[in-house]
């Protein structure tokens, strides 16, 4: 059975599952469009070229016509899980005869957290989905039947980005919408924070947020004009402290559910934007209240396409399983040469490229498909070596994002525990983690945490040379590792965009595929 599925809507999708297999999965973003950008005539070509023969179902993830989630529904809408949150009818696509189906974009988050985790057949467990507008609690029984548990916070994750919001001079109390990246700005700022709980004047703003029962919009920070935290800029402590206090109450609300209602011991999914919170991410892993914890790498609306593809598998074969690699996106495009007057190629040595980013250089490194998800992960990433603060701030030049943004560091899994404390496994960068060596301070957030990302020789062989090669140097296989991309816009996939990138940004070289490239 062979299934196409589509995400519209902000971070709009196209995957496919042939036969319990994920083929591919799109994102309208990748390949250097702007962020969260919606479905494409170009997106749906290049899924269709990847088809290995027509689709037998078309699934069509629920959403909304308007703009906020209580707008009215496209086919199966925003929210539910029960039964009328699915449906099935006979259609036809390009003539073809296919089953077309929907479910709800809650299932979507649920269902994708489910089909590719490690969940046996027949075992029970428990979901959590966290997003913008949904923060509930879920069990899954053993034939995959979705039952809701509690909503415990209404829009937990506009909740959390408003208060960048309103701190932030530049977000003006007249904007409706939410800015999609702030959460994650705030997570880094968060870090910040001083050891100690908040005044009562941080607490008022962080209580009165959290009271808040309609739909987040910028025009509430009218209503705290008056507040010690209204635009008083994103380097205020007073701020500061109040993003971590806002984290601690958010993730309080859901542990204290947790603790009490969930006792059964089942592994725990978690899905939604909010599951990319590294902090709340190690939380969970350390609870102790679960058997196991798992978040898939495109927890947010980038996975909701296959999400709904595996909840159609479920409802036509009986099982929500698949098999996946996070490369499922589309190979590189080798669209034109590098000059070689003005460039020298030669093949790919890692212990060449070891060398060279020791000796400070700081590269591109594209080779195979790109990430499914926000996280660079070893195919479209900027590479360099970790000794140096000064890499840290060069990084963030070329990338042209603040200062207090952290690096994240990529290190071979069985190395981890030399220097992290609780990073491995960790594949999909999705936790904090502790960093015990003084030696590593360009992926060493304000904190003393990192956001590391562990890798296997199965998983992707060529960064793990490249590890091996830079531990024989230096003792250490690890890396900065951040995201191969334009500032607000996907990865880029393409050696023209490559090269154009490198030579504005200031890259000193590049590995493309088998071929380690460096200016003349």
């Known amino acids: 059975m062979l299934i196409l599925s589509f995400k519209e809507g902000h971070d709009g999708t196209i995957a496919a599952i ?17 962020r969260y950008s919606s479905l494409t005539a170009e997106v749906f070509a290049l899924a269709a070229s990847k088809l290995p023969r027509e689709p037998d179902v078309i699934a069509l993830g629920g959403w909304i016509k308007g703009y906020q989630a209580m707008d009215p529904s496209s086919r199966t809408g925003y929210y539910g899980v029960g039964p009328a949150s699915v449906s099935d009818e006979a259609g036809r696509f390009f003539g073809k005869p296919v089953r077309v189906f929907s479910s709800t974009h809650e299932r979507s988050h649920i269902m994708a957290a489910y089909g590719m985790s490690s969940v046996e057949a027949g075992q ?15 069990r899954i029984d053993e034939e995959g039947r979705v039952s809701h548990l509690r909503e415990v916070l209404t829009y937990p994750g ?13 977000f003006p109390a007249s904007q409706e919408f939410m800015r999609l990246e702030d959460a994650g700005k705030q997570m880094a700022l968060a870090g910040f924070a001083d050891d100690r709980q908040n005044d009562p004047g941080e607490q008022a703003v962080v209580d009165f947020i959290l009271a808040q029962t309609e739909v987040i919009t910028g025009r509430l920070k009218a209503a705290l004009r008056e507040s010690p935290l209204h635009d008083v800029g994103l380097h205020s402590p007073v701020y500061r402290n109040a993003a971590a206090g806002l984290s601690d109450a958010i993730f309080e609300r859901f542990y204290d559910y947790a603790r009490e209602n969930l ?9 939604g934007g909010c599951a990319l919170n590294c902090e709340w991410n190690r939380r969970w892993r350390e609870s102790g209240l679960f058997a196991d914890v798992f978040v898939p790498p495109c927890p947010n609306d980038s996975g909701s396409a296959l999400g709904t593809a595996i909840d159609a598998q479920h409802f036509y074969a009986g ?17 034109i040469p590098f000059d070689s007057s003005r460039y020298l190629t030669k093949p790919f040595d890692p212990a060449e490229v070891a060398r060279f980013l020791l000796d400070g ?5 594209a080779r195979g498909r790109w990430e499914i998800g926000p996280r660079a992960l070893g195919n479209r990433s900027i590479l360099a070596a970790p000794f140096s603060n000064e890499t840290t701030r060069r990084l963030n030049a070329i990338k042209q994002r603040e200062d207090y943004r952290p690096i994240a560091p990529i290190v071979l899994e069985e190395d981890a525990g030399m220097w992290f404390s609780g990073a491995s496994p960790d594949p999909y960068m999705l936790y904090f983690s502790t960093v015990k060596s003084d030696a590593l301070p360009a992926v060493t957030h304000v904190d003393g945490t990192a956001r590391v990302q562990t890798v296997t020789f199965e998983d992707n062989p060529a960064i793990c040379s490249l590890l091996v090669a830079f531990r024989e140097l230096t003792g250490y296989s690890v890396l900065c590792n951040t995201s191969l991309n334009f500032s607000g816009k996907g990865f880029i996939n393409r050696t023209s965009d490559l090269i154009a990138y490198g030579e504005a940004r200031g890259l000193d070289g590049y590995v493309v595929g088998d071929s380690f490239v460096t200016p003349r």
Do not use: H, Q
């Not at 006792?263 to 899905?271: D, I, K, R």
């Not at 099982?319 to 669209?335: L, P, R």
């Not at 250089?361 to 490194?365: A, K, N, P, R, T």
């Open 361 to 365: 250089g700081i590269i591109g490194w």
């Open 158 to 170: 506009n909740k959390y980005g408003f208060l960048f919001a309103l701190a932030d001079p530049k």
């Open 263 to 271: 006792t059964e011991g089942l592994p725990l999914l978690v899905s």
């Open 124 to 138: 029970p467990c428990y979901c959590l989905v966290w997003e913008g507008n949904i923060g509930s609690f879920y």
């Open 319 to 335: 099982s929500a399983s698949i098999t996946w690699s996070v490369y499922g996106g589309s190979e590189f495009v080798d669209d």
């Open 18 to 34: 042939d036969n319990g297999a994920l083929l591919f999965s799109l994102e309208a973003e990748k390949d250097s469009r702007l």
